[in-house]
């Protein structure tokens, strides 16, 4: 029976059915946080699409506030082997860029803090993909020790936005720079943000980054 009703909760959660995953969690009598071959209700929840607009990303609030007022892990990781692989929710929202979601994570205890096996952080992985709003709200509530903090490629924050050509990529650049990032870590290969960005021939990148060089 509890399988069958964390079945139906993962299919009301992934088509974004509020009312349905409200009257399943009402029910009682099932898993709220995964396990070792489920994914989590809390990450299967900032999974569900990709969509960006008003509507679809206020479902998704709606439906992660549910389950963390039915008890949801806040910090529950992803399985091992998959692309969520010791990601948490906010890990996963910061990524995508669904701040509204990342805020009541936070609000709720979440730990913006952990690292994933690959060695990122949701600063990290909001950097890699452009996402300027999350950067800058993670920016001003992670332990400021984690802003320099490398990955397994010896990345920061900076070094993974310095990596991409695109302005989104800027813009996570000029939030982590305010923030006082260090501009002069290297990569493993050896190269600061500032040559990464001379080598992709962006010049308010590079004006940005000698403007705050020591």
């Not at 993909?129 to 020790?145: C, F, I, P, Q, S």
Request: glycine letters at 8%; charged letters at 25%.
């Amino acid at each position: 029976m509890g399988n069958s009703k964390s079945s139906k909760l993962s299919k009301a959660i992934r088509e974004q059915d509020a009312e349905r995953v409200k009257s399943i969690l009402a029910s009682g009598k099932l898993s709220i946080n995964g396990g070792p071959d489920k994914l989590a209700p809390i990450i299967e929840c900032v999974c569900s699409g990709y969509a960006r607009g008003e509507e679809e990303d206020m479902r998704r609030y709606e439906i992660l506030k549910l389950l963390l007022q039915s008890g949801a892990d806040v910090n529950v990781q992803g399985q091992t082997e998959t692309w969520v692989s010791g990601k948490t929710a906010s890990v996963v929202a910061a990524e995508r860029g669904y701040l509204r979601c990342l805020q009541l994570l936070a609000e709720s205890g979440a730990d913006l803090n952990i690292t994933t096996p690959s060695g990122d952080t949701a600063l990290t992985l909001a950097a890699r993909w452009g996402e300027a709003d999350a950067v800058k709200y993670l920016t001003e509530h992670m332990h400021a020790r984690m802003l320099n903090h490398r990955n397994n490629e010896g990345k920061t924050a900076l070094l993974v936005a310095a990596s991409e050509s695109e302005f989104d990529f800027y813009r996570c650049m000029r939030h982590l720079v305010a923030a006082g990032v260090d501009v002069s870590v290297k990569d493993n290969d050896g190269n600061t943000a500032l040559m990464l960005s001379v080598k992709l021939e962006q010049e308010d990148r590079v004006k940005l980054l000698t403007e705050h060089s020591s």
